[in-house]
């Protein structure tokens, strides 16, 4: 079965910096990765999505890059401000119906 | 820009009751699903649906039901309310038969007491 890992769990950094949040997963068959930003209480808002061909996607400040061999994706915020505190998640899919989800790296960005 | 909606943010629920949580979306798309999200515990897969009146089980389906008796609209069913069933549960919604993006609604945060 597909099992996806966020590490960090949880990551504070001072406003202004640049960071990576990291996604390993175990079966490299995929058919796409996307990676999810949630605020508290709320639901899931797609950030950016890269299909299995694809090695990066950038939005914005925002950029995703996906290695499938190595099984390990990588969110890059450049920049970083007070308003992208949030919990971002990856989730993988194989073809088929199903996503999988990592549990996610906490943000906190200090102002 | 897609949309699904769920029709509950908050819901206060006593053990036992019969618990319906409705979600729509408006793009036309084949897949939909319902999870359920906890602390330490991720997003679990509870049903999902590929077509009206088609449901397949994911991994924690005990105490769960689901109807799709039209293409936007999938709903979730809780026969009768256990206080195991306070969760926070996510719809969302993908197009084509294998799956590609999600999207998600605002999310329901059930409290069963």
């Known amino acids: 079965k597909q099992e996806v890992t966020q590490i960090p769990a949880a990551l504070s950094v001072p406003e202004g910096e640049n960071l990576v949040l990291n996604c390993s997963f175990t079966d490299s068959a995929i058919y796409n990765l996307q990676w999810f930003r949630q605020d508290p209480g709320k639901g899931l808002t797609s950030l950016l999505l890269?299909?299995?061909?694809?090695r990066e996607q950038t939005s914005g400040r925002l950029n995703a890059s996906l290695d499938k061999s190595s099984g390990r994706s990588t969110l890059y915020i450049a920049a970083s401000q007070p308003g992208d505190s949030a919990t971002y998640l990856c989730?993988?899919?194989?073809?088929?119906?199903?996503?999988?989800f990592g549990t996610g790296t906490s943000l906190t960005v200090i102002p | 820009d897609v949309k699904v909606t769920q029709s509950s943010r908050y819901l206060v629920k006593r053990t036992g009751e019969k618990v319906f949580l409705e979600c729509v979306q408006d793009m036309d798309h084949e897949n939909m699903f319902w999870y359920r999200q906890d602390p330490g515990l991720g997003l679990r897969l509870i049903y999902f649906s590929y077509d009206v009146k088609m449901k397949e089980k994911g991994d924690i389906p005990e105490g769960y039901s689901v109807s799709r008796e039209k293409k936007e609209r999938f709903s979730l069913i809780l026969e009768s309310a256990s206080t195991n069933q306070t969760s926070m549960y996510l719809c969302?919604?993908?197009?084509?038969?294998?799956?590609?993006?999600?999207?998600f609604g605002q999310g329901t945060r059930l409290t069963v007491v």
């Open positions: 989730a993988v899919s194989l073809t088929g119906n199903q996503f999988y």
């Open positions: 890269i299909q299995s061909s694809q």
């Open positions: 969302a919604s993908s197009p084509h038969r294998e799956a590609t993006e999600a999207f």
